[in-house]
């Protein structure tokens, strides 16, 4: 039985719904964060060999587990770059150096790739974007750093937590978790 053309332009905007559960606040999870803003991610970490790709994964669910919940929020303005990372559920008092990285994240904790530099090879402080964020004895926590510039385009694609501070089986190198951001 065909469809009249009323039935068709019915199907029409639904192809305009944005993709992914929203938030609490109703925006899809990678949402634009305000006029000029930038990005928000809102995530729960889950396994990086899952049926459905995960936009945030964990590599040590000793210390990210399973469904704990990640938020990073990326601003720009006036050629700077501000990235706030918030998280609940994870290990309690418990530092975790995080980093902007230039891959994806994936199955294997090497898919995000090396640090993203502005100026590669340069050391200086501001060359990348690094902060250590800190948990409560509840597990929740949040960091922020900025930087006097933009990212590349294309080049910045997801945010790793590293293990810190040596936690069971876990040196302070280890990727613990990563979070997909387009940045």
Same mark, same amino acid.
């Given at each position: 039985?065909?469809?009249?053309?009323? &039935?068709? !332009?019915?199907?029409?905007p639904?192809?305009?719904l944005?993709?992914? #559960?929203?938030?609490a606040?109703? %925006? /899809?999870?990678?949402? /634009?964060?305000?006029?000029?803003?930038?990005?928000?991610v809102?995530?729960?970490? =889950?396994?990086a060999?899952?049926?459905?790709?995960? +936009?945030?994964?964990t590599?040590?669910p000793?210390?990210?587990?399973?469904?704990?919940?990640?938020?990073?929020?990326?601003? +720009?303005?006036?050629?700077?770059?501000? @990235?706030?990372?918030?998280?609940a559920?994870?290990?309690?008092? *418990?530092?975790?150096?995080?980093? @902007? *990285? $230039?891959? %994806?994240?994936?199955?294997?904790?090497?898919?995000?790739? #090396? *640090?993203?530099?502005?100026?590669?090879?340069?050391?200086? &402080?501001?060359n990348?974007?690094?902060?250590?964020?800190?948990?409560?004895p509840?597990? $929740?926590?949040?960091a922020? !750093? $900025?930087?006097?510039?933009?990212? +590349?385009?294309?080049?910045?694609?997801?945010?790793?937590?590293?293990?810190? $501070?040596?936690?069971?089986? *876990?040196?302070?190198? =280890?990727?613990?978790?990563?979070? =997909? @951001?387009?940045?």
């Amino acid at each position: 039985m065909p469809l009249s053309p009323a &039935a068709g !332009a019915l199907l029409v905007p639904l192809a305009l719904l944005p993709i992914g #559960p929203p938030d609490a606040q109703g %925006r /899809p999870t990678d949402a /634009p964060a305000g006029p000029g803003a930038g990005r928000v991610v809102d995530a729960r970490f =889950d396994r990086a060999d899952g049926f459905v790709p995960a +936009r945030a994964v964990t590599h040590a669910p000793d210390l990210v587990p399973y469904g704990s919940q990640v938020r990073v929020t990326v601003g +720009r303005a006036a050629g700077r770059t501000s @990235v706030t990372v918030e998280l609940a559920g994870v290990a309690g008092s *418990h530092e975790f150096p995080a980093h @902007v *990285h $230039t891959g %994806r994240c994936g199955a294997d904790p090497a898919s995000s790739g #090396p *640090h993203y530099q502005q100026v590669a090879g340069s050391d200086a &402080a501001d060359n990348e974007v690094r902060m250590t964020l800190r948990t409560g004895p509840d597990g $929740t926590g949040t960091a922020s !750093a $900025t930087v006097p510039w933009e990212f +590349r385009p294309d080049e910045a694609h997801s945010l790793v937590l590293h293990a810190g $501070t040596p936690a069971g089986p *876990h040196a302070a190198a =280890d990727r613990a978790a990563c979070v =997909d @951001v387009d940045f």
